[in-house]
């Protein structure tokens, strides 16, 4: 073999290599495409998680502006969660 074709051979080796090389990092390395899904997935999963706090964020404001705002709704917390009682009542209590 002559020197030159020694040295392409060489060449077309090593790009080779570079090709696979930098495949694997493209697709399976630290940073690679399945890292990158997988992190699309976990922020799809946060996001609703986000969301759905968003809605119980809500839900206890609209608890507390109806707690401020009606005594009713106060004694019934009271009377239901609390198990409180006016003076001279009776609770009579099922199972």
């Known amino acids: 073999m002559e020197m030159k074709q020694v040295r392409r051979l060489t060449l077309r080796v090593l ?22 899904k997988k992190l699309e997935v976990e922020r799809d999963v946060i996001a609703s998680r986000v969301e759905h706090m968003k809605l119980d964020i809500a839900s206890l404001n609209r608890d507390i502006d109806v707690w401020q705002k009606d005594p009713f709704y106060k004694e019934k917390c009271a009377r239901e969660q609390l198990h409180m009682a006016r003076r001279d009542e009776e609770i009579y209590y099922t199972t």
């Open 15 to 36: 790009f080779m290599v570079e090709i696979v090389g930098f495949s694997y990092l493209y697709f399976l390395g630290q940073d690679g495409l399945r890292t990158v």
